[in-house]
């Protein structure tokens, strides 16, 4: 669900299904990175797999291999988020583990999330935060464009409450568990309360104050004063919660085709923040009837009523049983796996009819369980691992951040180093080094400085930068011209190297957070 979305007219379903099910046609197109929860040789794993040579599949060499391993007989993660920093939030509703949000780093960049450090518990649920606040199950994920994260959550036996929350780390520790960084948003229950079962499912959150969330609990009583449906929050009084009815309003009923579903077998998939906004299409699931809503308020009237705003993308002539799924740059991607040995395929959305290729085939999974929950990282995905993170907080009272996009592969790829929420017209430039250590405090500096093994700087004419109203700066760079303490040179294939921001504040000098970024041939 952490995806940038941009709607073009052939949009793509990415399925796993039955081999049966398949016919492939090829492509050409490269893909997002992709994580999935499945169990192999008994254990449970967060898998992660990248289209390294952007052929259109998985299905190379080194292309699959264990993010992050877990013993699955104490827990399995029914949930995982991609962040747009390329970190990744994974949640269980297993007995003991409800409402834990646990967040998962590659900090040493070797592709994994299984050193020192690399998974922490950043919300502790059952109100053992120090908000108290309960959230139940956490059924839905969502980062906004302040990296604010929103949640659907439900009841789960006796605890948590129904509706929407928002977790915000405003001590910049890494985890949300302070006091008042765990609050709620929206209470369903006050409004309107019928005595029927509420299950908040998903959600996505719009900008500018918006957060559509689906509603999902009570399907077979659509006469009640809470139908079934996708619910439109906006904080009116700018209180900072849904704190009247009229703040909430009916944006897409859900369709009788699905009152069927039981709760948890419908969810929403949308863009990323800044990418389409209030006119962003939404994708549903409908797997009862296999087959995929797609709903867009065309006419930006709040609700989904007008011509073409909601068709249906019929998945039962390509044989496809839409289990999960996920949203591509463009395209629809979905996982559906009604069992073991599955696999997952791109369907592509042609004018004469839909087009299924295999991205993952059924040989490749042999020995993995059923998939339990799949996300997809963003299309230019925030490259590498972040360590000093966050950094020490500047004269703005917030840390200022180093994000990386790009193509890291050697000779011919090309990196965008940004800065961001460093003070407003501040100099500075950035640094580079082929290895990391422990953070140290040299003198004149205030922040941390992580880079170690001979650091160069970018400071030649036009690298320096100068941070603009919004505190922010990019630098694009080559691979073959890295600076070194003897000069520029160029980065191979296989190795990671390691990059930091320095900039001026007032009197003395700050440091950004590190990013690791391992180039490819």
Known sequence: MSLRFRYSPMHALFLAVTPWALASFGSAQGLQDLYFSATESGQGVIHRASDLNQDGDYEDPNELWPFYRYQSTSTQYDLIFVRRDGSVMIASNAIGFVGDIVHLRDIDGDGTAEGPGESTLWLRGQGLNGSALNTGSINGLWEDADQVLWAAVDLFLSGGFDGVARFEDADFSGDVNGPGEATIYHDALPFGPDGSFHFPQDLVHRGGGVVDYLENGNLSNNNSTRPAGLYRLTDLDGSGSIDQATERALFFRIPPSMSG????????????????????????????????WRIQDLDLDGAIAGPNEARVIDLIGAGVDPH??????????????????????????????????????????????????????????????????????NSTGKPASLTITGEPRAFTGSLDLRVECAPQGAFGLFLAGPSISAPTTPMGLVGNLCLDGGIGRYDAPGEIFQAGNDGAATLTISPNATPTPSGRVPVLGGQTWFFQAWYRDGGASNLSNSVGVRFDS
């Open 324 to 393: 999960l799924f996920d949203v591509q740059e463009g395209e629809a991607l979905i996982v559906a796996q009604p069992g073991p040995a599955g696999e997952f395929v791109r369907v592509t959305e042609l004018p004469g009819g839909l087009q299924v290729d295999t991205v993952l085939s059924q040989a490749t999974l042999a020995n993995f369980g059923t998939v339990r929950a799949m996300a997809l990282a963003p299309e230019r995905a925030v490259l590498g691992a972040r360590g000093c993170d966050p950094a020490v907080p």
């Open 261 to 292: 579903v039981t709760p948890g077998a419908i969810s929403i998939h949308m863009a990323s923040p800044g990418s389409g906004g209030l006119g962003a299409p939404l994708y549903l699931d409908d797997r009862l009837q296999k087959r995929i």
